[in-house]
């Protein structure tokens, strides 16, 4: 047994939760993988897959092993790609965690010719529309929305959005278009909350910076909710540009009090400082700040 090639394959059995997958990726027969599975496991005395006619469920040895085996992985892939051009294309799974709106509308969308170019490389995407600890989850990259929080992340800015105030013409036509930042106590507001707690609209008044707790009759931490409530023409929202982007250029949505509008809000791709990329990373960090096209 060729102890590199057996964890290569039980990470690959662990990301594609398939035998046939991984013998199909590797070219080779299932029983070929299943064999080199099992002799992995006989070398570290410990079951790392219970195999049923299903699925593949991972042990808690497993799990172990998979994160250690991954980071050794990745370290001599990195260590591989540092050494001239390599012969052939990065390969493996990317773990990318995104805002599920954000990642649906802006990065999904590029992904086809991302595969194209690099056909070997996987993405798995994590949605959530609050971050998660890269770390601590097996994330590779994370897409984070605003001022980035002091940590040993490692950011590289994908763009900067527009905050902006939208509400359908249907609703403007029932209850009228507000011209001042007064005039929205007066309107249905569809309000981003997590639990009992609303976020605030971070307007800008005066020549200064304002937070407006809006209120409303729907109130929802998913960013897809908010959305179809302002194209159901439910009330005004505040919401980063990209989300309504198309159905403003149609004109199918309006931007209301452009005078109030906070300044442009950054996003960035973070990922763990400490270690060098795999090449299977990097090349995806590389294509989407160099594809990305949207206002934020």
């Known amino acids: 047994m060729d102890r590199l090639d057996a964890m290569r394959l039980f990470v690959r059995l662990v990301e594609r939760g398939s035998f046939s997958a991984v013998g199909r ?74 805002a599920p709106g954000h990642g649906r509308l802006c990065i999904t969308p590029l992904l086809g010719a991302f595969f194209e170019r690099y056909p070997d490389v996987s993405v798995e995407i994590s949605a959530s529309e609050f971050p998660v600890d890269l770390i601590a989850e097996g994330i590779d990259v994370g897409v984070r929305h605003g001022a980035l929080a002091d940590s040993s992340l490692i950011a590289r800015k994908l763009s900067m959005t527009p905050i902006v105030l939208v509400a359908s013409p249907a609703y403007l036509k029932a209850h009228g278009a507000p011209s001042r930042l007064a005039d929205l106590d007066e309107h249905r507001c569809i309000v981003f909350a997590r639990g009992r707690e609303r976020r605030p609209w971070q307007l800008r008044a005066g020549g200064r910076a304002v937070s407006y707790t809006p209120h409303g009759s729907i109130y929802t931490g998913d960013a897809e909710h908010i959305r179809a409530s302002v194209l159901a023409g439910l009330g005004i929202a505040q919401a980063p540009l990209w989300l309504f982007e198309d159905q403003v250029r149609a004109g199918a949505l309006q931007v209301l009090l452009p005078q109030l509008q906070p300044p442009l809000l950054p996003v960035h791709l973070v990922y763990a400082a400490g270690r060098q990329l795999p090449a299977r990373v990097k090349v995806l960090i590389d294509y989407l700040i160099a594809n990305y096209r949207h206002p934020g």
Request: proline share 3%; glycine share 6%.
């Open 25 to 98: 990726e590797e070219s080779i027969g299932q029983p070929a993988v299943s064999k080199q599975i099992a002799a992995l496991e006989r070398h570290l005395g410990a079951h790392l897959v219970l195999r049923t006619s299903r699925q593949v469920a991972i042990t808690d040895a497993g799990q172990t092993f998979y994160q250690a085996a991954k980071r050794l992985l990745d370290d001599l892939d990195a260590a591989e790609s540092s050494v001239g051009e390599r012969h052939h294309s990065p390969r493996g799974m990317v773990r990318l965690s995104v």
